[in-house]
């Protein structure tokens, strides 16, 4: 075997309103830590190994600014991107309704039927603030061919599993040999 079989890059893209814990919920599955305070994010990139199901992969993953129903999705949100992961908050209405709005513009701008996706339902240690309800976040799933899982960064809760879902949604619709992504192709089946 090569060190190409056995190495997987993985390019996986984090999107979501603002302030739901995109930053937290990654600097939680990179570096195991909670940060309480709240920094906007501009854009960057962790890189973590990953072994699922026996294949190690190396997973690149980027964190991006939140977004809003304003925000344009450009080719960095799209191409060479293998898996998204698509964020709202259990406490806010306002950035689950966004979930459908940024799944349909990266469907849009790949000219595809439907991506490699995980919808998170995050910060559901705060359930007394729950204004999005459990079966709702899982038929929104359900109607895009997604994933789903509600997760804590700050109690460590289905955080690595957001990322072994996304893996798994990614080889779901992979080709046996599928070559690695070029630069220039928009990579969503
Ligand atoms: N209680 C609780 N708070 C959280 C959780 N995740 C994040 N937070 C808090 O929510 C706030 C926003 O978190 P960030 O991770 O910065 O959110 P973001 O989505 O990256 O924000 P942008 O960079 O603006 O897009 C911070 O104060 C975090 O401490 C969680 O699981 N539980």
Known sequence: MTNRDTLKNRKIAVLGSRSVGKSSMIVQFTES??????????ESTF??????????????????AGQDEYSLLGPKHAIGIHGFVLVYSITSRKSFD????????????CG???????IVGSKMDLDSSRQVQTEEGES??????????E???????NVAKVFELCLA???????RS????????CLVM
Do not use: H
């Open 33 to 42: 830590q909670f940060i309480e305070s709240y920094y906007p994010t501009i």
């Open 47 to 64: 890189t973590k190994p990953v072994t699922y199901k026996g294949t190690e992969y190396t997973c690149e993953i980027i964190d991006t």
């Open 98 to 109: 966004m979930i459908q709005v940024i799944y349909d513009k990266i469907i849009d701008f």
């Open 112 to 118: 595809v039927m439907d991506i490699p996706c995980v």
């Open 140 to 149: 929104l799933a359900d109607r895009n061919k997604a994933a789903w899982v």
């Open 151 to 157: 997760t804590s960064a700050k109690n460590n809760v």
């Open 169 to 175: 949604e990614i080889e779901k619709r992979a080709p």
């Open 178 to 185: 599928q070559p690695e992504p070029k630069a220039s192709n």
